[in-house]
């Protein structure tokens, strides 16, 4: 799929793998940035504190207790949609995960097992 293709964005590309340059996975988006109109998308959001946004809101609250509240660079980060370079399975990025600061997702440290009573 091409990047400037029309393309329903909810459907297609929340929850989709991202893999970087060398294949390597590197989190899932978790949101979009739409900016302009017709609007028009700018960036990935990815972290885990972005989830609770698309909860129900009665879930929102126990969400933000386990991953924590929005904090850019820390638990969210925005990758730029220039660095997408192909959607398939997956979406592939033209970069490294170190570059785009991601690639902690997969680490089993993660921030889900750190939060777990008995750790």
């Known amino acids: 799929m091409n990047r400037d293709e029309p393309l ?14 060398e294949g390597r996975r590197c989190g899932r988006v978790d949101d979009i940035e739409l900016r302009g109109s017709p ?6 959001l990815v972290g885990e504190g972005l989830y609770a946004r698309r ?3 009665a879930l929102r609250r126990m969400a933000r207790r386990l991953s924590g509240p929005e904090r850019w660079g820390a638990n969210a980060l925005r990758v ?3 660095e997408v370079d192909e959607i398939n ?13 991601l ?17």
């Open 89 to 101: 399975a997956a979406v592939h990025l033209r970069g490294k995960a170190e570059e785009l600061g």
């Open 8 to 21: 329903f964005i909810a459907h297609r590309l929340l929850d989709e793998q991202i893999l970087d340059s």
């Open 39 to 44: 609007p028009r998308v700018t960036a990935l």
């Open 80 to 82: 730029p949609w220039e």
């Open 103 to 119: 690639g902690h997702g997969d680490d089993p440290e993660s921030w889900m097992v750190r939060r777990l009573p008995w750790n």
């Open 55 to 57: 909860l129900p809101r």
